[in-house]
């Protein structure tokens, strides 16, 4: 049963503290997707990758916040220095991308990974 | 953009009855997807259903099923014989058939906590 993987599920850290987080995506799979999901703001797209390559960020905050995939098996998502409004849930999805310009399939999410920065 | 609404924050079924969803969405695109998501307490999300828009028939999924209405931009969920095990926030998602950046990223609705009565 392929499942995306997510380490750390829980992380509690003070502010200026840096995180790092980390998805494994689905074997196979050349798009990964990084969500973060609050109460007020929902769920946002920070970054999406395909083919290890960023391909949009444009929801990720630049300054404090960097998202790379150094191989096909590995995404981390990272925020320094980090601060009380990223506490946050932090979702990675995993898919198995374009075809002729088609997106293909589903959007298969991680558990999560439930950050509170104090 | 495209934009997605579920107007009811909260809904709640007696074990074994049926209860319907909602959902709209608001597009000028004429080929896409769309799906609902169900988010347990463990916070992972998990793909419940699917629907292409050039699709006519409704898709089905066991006790799940939509009521896609294309012209009225209408997608609603339908659980038939509702379990305890459904309790959950459940999430519909927009996303486009084709681009590359544009066309993997889901836009996802605010969510609806249901709740099953025994």
């Known amino acids: 049963d392929a499942r995306v993987t997510q380490t750390p599920r829980h992380k509690v850290t003070e502010m200026g503290q840096e995180v790092t987080m980390r998805c494994q995506p689905i074997l196979g799979h050349n798009t990964v997707f990084w969500y973060r999901q609050t109460m007020m703001q929902g769920l946002e797209l920070l970054a999406y990758?395909?083919?290890?390559?960023?391909?949009?960020d444009s929801g990720m905050p630049k300054d404090r916040f960097s998202a790379e995939m150094p191989d096909a098996t590995l995404a981390t998502l990272k925020i320094q220095p980090s601060e009380p409004r990223d506490s946050a849930v932090y979702f990675c999805?995993?898919?198995?991308?374009?075809?002729?310009?088609?997106?293909?399939?589903?959007?298969?999410f991680g558990p999560g990974t439930r950050l509170l920065v104090l | 953009a495209q934009t997605v609404t579920q107007s009811q924050p909260e809904m709640s079924v007696q074990e074994a009855e049926t209860v319907t969803l909602s959902c709209t969405y608001d597009t000028s695109e004429s080929d896409y997807y769309l799906f609902w998501y169900k988010q347990p307490p463990s916070r992972q999300m998990i793909l419940v259903i699917r629907q292409e828009a050039y699709k006519q028939q409704n898709a089905t999924e066991n006790r799940f099923s939509v009521n896609f209405q294309k012209a009225a931009k209408s997608f609603s969920l339908k659980i038939s014989d509702s379990q305890l095990g459904d309790a959950a926030m459940y999430f519909c998602a927009y996303r486009s058939r084709f681009g590359e950046t544009s066309g993997s990223r889901l836009t996802f609705g605010e969510g609806t906590q249901l709740t099953v009565n025994p």
């Open positions: 990758f395909r083919n290890r390559a960023p391909l949009d």
């Open positions: 999805a995993s898919g198995p991308g374009t075809s002729g310009g088609v997106v293909q399939e589903t959007q298969y």
